[in-house]
């Protein structure tokens, strides 16, 4: 049954990557903005910012600002540098020794 699962998430990679090559490079970049705007979020709340600061604590994450130096990263991306990864290891099955997905966890 894992072996299924595995290969049903192959299967919608490849599908995916096929959409990034369709993707304009003023597409990638407006995804990639996408993403870092919900990264930079500004935190309104104590609250939710005493939630962050914990579960990076809980995680045995202490930078504290994991989520602008994400952020910096995902800007500096390419289109090619995701499709190498993929190719590398994901679909590579010589590259690729554990995937782990989660789903419906923020």
């Known amino acids: 049954m894992c072996r299924e699962i595995s290969q049903a998430i192959v299967e919608c990679v490849e599908k995916e990557s096929l959409e990034l090559d369709a993707l304009t490079d003023e ?3 407006a995804f990639k903005d ?3 705007n919900k990264l930079l979020k500004r935190i309104i709340t104590v609250k939710s910012l005493g ?4 579960k990076s604590i809980a995680d045995g994450n202490f930078d ?3 989520q602008e130096h994400s952020a910096k ?3 500096s ?3 090619e540098d995701l499709k190498s990864f ?3 290891f994901i679909l590579d099955s010589e590259e690729r020794r ?3 997905v989660e789903y419906g966890r923020e």
């Open 64 to 66: 504290f600002k994991k």
């Open 51 to 54: 939630k962050r600061l914990w």
């Open 86 to 88: 993929v190719k590398r």
């Open 27 to 29: 597409e990638f970049q």
């Open 98 to 100: 554990q995937m782990v």
């Open 73 to 75: 990263h995902i800007q």
């Open 77 to 79: 991306l390419t289109k």
């Open 34 to 36: 996408s993403i870092c």
